[in-house]
């Protein structure tokens, strides 16, 4: 991933977090490192995407969605191949 694509992925996964949960607070380090994460693996911006919107909001810090996420991954992996 460039860049470029990690800037546009991050701020797409944020402005979603704080849509979903009302929040406009600044990302804390512990936000960020899963965040890096998951764009480290990988991980589509689509599936991130979803798993925020399955869990409605109910986590107040990113860190919450971590297990949704690569739960949703995990999956998502298992139905391509």
Known sequence: MTPA???DYSRAVWAEF???TGTQRAMSCAEWG???GWM???IPLRIILRAL???NGRGRTLVYYEKPVEAAARFWA???L
């Open 78 to 80: 298992r139905t391509i």
């Open 5 to 7: 694509e990690r800037l």
């Open 18 to 20: 704080r849509r979903k």
């Open 34 to 36: 899963v965040l890096a």
């Open 40 to 42: 480290d693996q990988d």
């Open 53 to 55: 919107q399955d869990t």
